[in-house]
C-alpha cells in the first residue's frame, strides 16, 4: 500500500473495462452490497460525477461531437476528473468511505493511450496532475472480448429497447480490441492493484466474482470482509 493510501480514512475501488462489458451495472450491485453489509459507501463514475462533469459529459458522449480531436478529448476528461477528485471522491475517502466509482485514471490510459495512440507515460504525468497523485487502492477490470461486448448492445432483453450507442460506445471493434488490450497491459503492470475479472456470464455471475475480489481485498487490508 502506498503511503497516499496509507494516509487516507477510506477505500478507493475502481471498476474498468470496455464499453458494454458491464461496469455500470456491477458498479451499482457492489455499491449495494458493501452498504447492506454495513459500510458507509459513494457510487460515482466518470465522466459526469459532478454537476460540472455533467455538461463534460455532454461534449464527451454526444455524437453530435463526432469531430473533436484525441487532444481535446483528453483535456476533457481530465477537467472532469480534476473537478471529481476535488469534489466527491476525496472527501469521501477522507471522511472513511468506500468509493466505488465506475471508471477513473486507467480509462485514460487505456483510451485515449493505447486506443487513440496518445503517449502513455504522458498520460500517466497528466493523469497525476489532475488527481493530484490519487491512486485507487482496488482496480477491478471487466475483462470481455470486444466481439463479445459489441454484441450486448443488441441483446435487449423482455422491456428493454437496445439503446443507441454514444459516442465512444460508437468506436470500431478495432479500436476496442486496441483498449482491451491495453487495460490488460496495465493489469499485467499493477498486478497488486488490479483484480481482473471473467465479465462473461450472467449479471449474477459476474457481480459473484467481483464480490469475491473485493472481500479478499478487505480482507487483506481491513482484516474483515463481509
Not at 97 to 116: F, H, K
Not at 127 to 146: H, M, R, S, Y
Not at 190 to 201: H, K, L, T
Amino acid at each position: 500500500m502506498s503511503q497516499a493510501s496509507a494516509a487516507r480514512a477510506g477505500r478507493f475501488i475502481t471498476i474498468e473495462g470496455i464499453d458494454w462489458c458491464g461496469k455500470t451495472t456491477q458498479a451499482v450491485r457492489l455499491a449495494k452490497w458493501l452498504s447492506e453489509a454495513g459500510y458507509p459507501v459513494v457510487g460515482t463514475r466518470e465522466p459526469g460525477g459532478t454537476t460540472a462533469g455533467q455538461a463534460i459529459r455532454s461534449l464527451l458522449l454526444d455524437r453530435i461531437y463526432e469531430g473533436l480531436s484525441p487532444r481535446c478529448e483528453l483535456m476533457l476528461f481530465l477537467a472532469d476528473r480534476a473537478q471529481h477528485v476535488d469534489e466527491v471522491v476525496r472527501p469521501a475517502l477522507d471522511q472513511g468511505q468506500i468509493v466505488v466509482c465506475e471508471r477513473y485514471a486507467d480509462s485514460t490510459l487505456a483510451y485515449q493511450g493505447y486506443g487513440r495512440g496518445l503517449d502513455v507515460d504522458l498520460l500517466r504525468r497528466l493523469n497525476a496532475l489532475a488527481t493530484g497523485d490519487l491512486v485507487p487502492d482496488l482496480t477491478i477490470l471487466l475483462d470481455l472480448a470486444a466481439e463479445q461486448a459489441a454484441q450486448r448492445r443488441f441483446q435487449a432483453g423482455p422491456g428493454r429497447s437496445v439503446r443507441v450507442a454514444d459516442r465512444m460506445e460508437g468506436e470500431a471493434d478495432e479500436f476496442r480490441r486496441r483498449v482491451a488490450a491495453g487495460y490488460l497491459e496495465l493489469a499485467r503492470a499493477e498486478p497488486d492493484r488490479f483484480r481482473v475479472i471473467d465479465a462473461r456470464g450472467t449479471i449474477d455471475e459476474v457481480a459473484a466474482r467481483v464480490r469475491e475480489a473485493v472481500s479478499d481485498f478487505l480482507a487483506a487490508r481491513e482484516g474483515g470482509a463481509p
